[in-house]
């Protein structure tokens, strides 16, 4: 079955610290990729995307992915995170256009 | 621009009763997508409308969930009846050209 698969439930940062979430898909063929955060209270919001060219993609928030086809993978990173990272991030594939999101990882930065 | 917005945001009913949500695209977004999350689980999807036509419902649960989108503009999606398992959060999102989603606030739904 065709899935998106996100290593991580939960993951608890000090601020300044490396983020890095893991994000593997099982699509055949050609996708879109995208990460999707949504901050405590507010509506999912895109923060990168993926669709052909350059495999390290940047985003907003200093948020960056790395798109790897041999792997399957489209994991997110930023070098140092900030409180207002706080939030939950989901990975997303679109083969057609129909999204399939990850489970989701929660992600909380202590000040 | 204004974004995509949904109605109620929380919604309380009891099991057996009928709910219905409803979402208003951004103007000039053809393609019309509900999605659901159930507490701790992954974000589904449900449906897909391309203006009024039902592009892909293959995620709808069962008959007791029905999608409409009058006229290409604002979708509606009722449950009738509710079970208790219905609960979640709905999301719906619209785009233009399907590169963005762009997703409302969701409507919170409980049934008791």
């Known amino acids: 079955a065709q899935s998106v698969s996100q290593h991580n439930h939960h993951v608890i940062l000090s601020e300044a610290a490396s983020l890095e979430l893991g994000c593997n898909y099982s699509?055949?063929?050609?996708?879109?990729l995208f990460w999707y955060v949504q901050y405590p209270g507010q509506h999912l919001q895109l923060l990168l995307k993926?669709?052909?060219?350059?495999?390290l993609v940047k985003g907003i928030k200093g948020f960056e992915a790395e798109f790897i086809k041999s792997k399957f993978s489209f994991n997110l990173r930023k070098p140092s995170v900030q409180w207002s990272d706080t939030a939950e991030y989901f990975c997303?594939?679109?083969?057609?256009?129909?999204?399939?999101f990850g489970a989701g990882t929660t992600v909380t930065v202590r000040a | 621009e204004a974004g995509v917005t949904q109605f109620p945001s929380h919604s309380v009913i009891e099991k057996g009763q009928t709910v219905t949500l409803r979402c208003d695209p951004i103007?000039?977004?053809?393609?019309l997508y509900w999605y659901r999350r159930v507490m701790g689980k992954e974000i589904k999807f449900l449906l897909h409308?391309?203006?009024?036509?039902?592009?892909?419902e293959s995620g709808m649960p069962n008959n007791r969930f029905l999608a409409e989108r009058t006229g290409g503009t604002y979708s509606t999606l009722k449950v009738q009846p509710a079970e208790l398992e219905d609960s979640g959060v709905y999301f719906c999102?619209?785009?233009?050209?399907?590169?963005?989603?762009?997703f409302g606030s969701g409507t919170q739904l409980s049934v008791l």
């Open positions: 999102a619209s785009t233009r050209t399907g590169e963005k989603l762009f």
């Open positions: 699509y055949g063929g050609t996708v879109n």
């Open positions: 993926y669709f052909s060219g350059d495999p």
């Open positions: 997303a594939v679109m083969p057609y256009y129909k999204l399939s």
């Open positions: 103007s000039g977004h053809d393609n």
């Open positions: 409308f391309v203006k009024e036509s039902k592009q892909d």
